[in-house]
């Protein structure tokens, strides 16, 4: 049965800082997903990451992908506010079925 | 960009009553799911459909089925609710580029 983990769970950091979301899975799959969630708001499409080694940028979030480690990370490189929310990873377990994992809250603080 | 759009944000049912949760999507691709998403727990699959018509479980279907008799139109069912079934449910519609699109969500509480 395929898990997935995040974390850590719950993150704070200062403004300028840079931090990293760790998602890992334990069964073999060469799709992965990041999302974002806004408090009462739905998922937004983040990163599609589909082989090993696939590196995503977008302002500052970066994700890459290890699919031999099965290992994911979401890097953010100088926090800004409004990067504030939680952050999903999920992986396709085949079939373009997402096991999600627990979500990693961010808060950034002025 | 792919829209899904569920028809209620909030709903609150009473035990015992049947309950439809309404996904409509305009793109004109197959695939269609329902997640119910809970504190601490992430997104957890409840069923998924390929085609019109077609179903299948996911990973927790008790208590619930599923209707998909056009392609653009996707719905849960609760056949007879309880408290347990509070929860944000969120459809999904799939994306070949982006991968899933959701809608925004329906916080259903069953008193």
């Known amino acids: 049965e395929l898990k997935v983990e995040q974390n850590p769970l719950f993150l704070s950091m200062q403004e300028g800082k840079n931090y990293t979301i760790y998602c890992n899975y334990s069964t073999t799959s060469d799709r992965l997903y990041w999302y974002r969630q806004d408090p009462g708001k739905s998922l937004e499409s983040l990163f599609v990451l589909l082989s090993n080694g696939a590196v995503k940028q977008e302002g500052r979030l970066m994700a890459s992908l290890d699919t031999k480690a099965r290992l994911s990370t979401l890097h953010i490189t100088a926090a800004v506010h409004d990067l504030s929310a939680t952050y999903f990873c999920?992986?396709?377990?085949?079939?373009?079925?997402?096991?999600f994992g627990q979500g990693t809250r961010l808060t950034i603080n002025p | 960009d792919v829209k899904v759009t569920q028809s209620s944000r909030y709903l609150v049912k009473r035990t015992g009553e049947k309950v439809f949760l309404e996904c409509v999507q305009d793109?004109?691709?197959?695939?269609m799911f329902w997640y119910r998403q809970d504190p601490g727990l992430g997104l957890r699959l409840i069923y998924f459909s390929y085609d019109v018509k077609m179903k299948e479980k996911g990973d927790i279907p008790e208590g619930y089925s599923v209707s998909r008799e056009k392609k653009e139109r996707f719905s849960l069912i609760l056949e007879s609710a309880s408290t347990n079934q509070t929860s944000m449910y969120l459809c999904a519609g799939l994306d070949g580029v982006r991968g899933y699109t959701f809608g925004s969500g329906t916080r259903l509480t069953v008193v």
């Open positions: 999920a992986v396709d377990k085949g079939a373009q079925k997402l096991v």
């Open positions: 793109m004109d691709h197959e695939n």
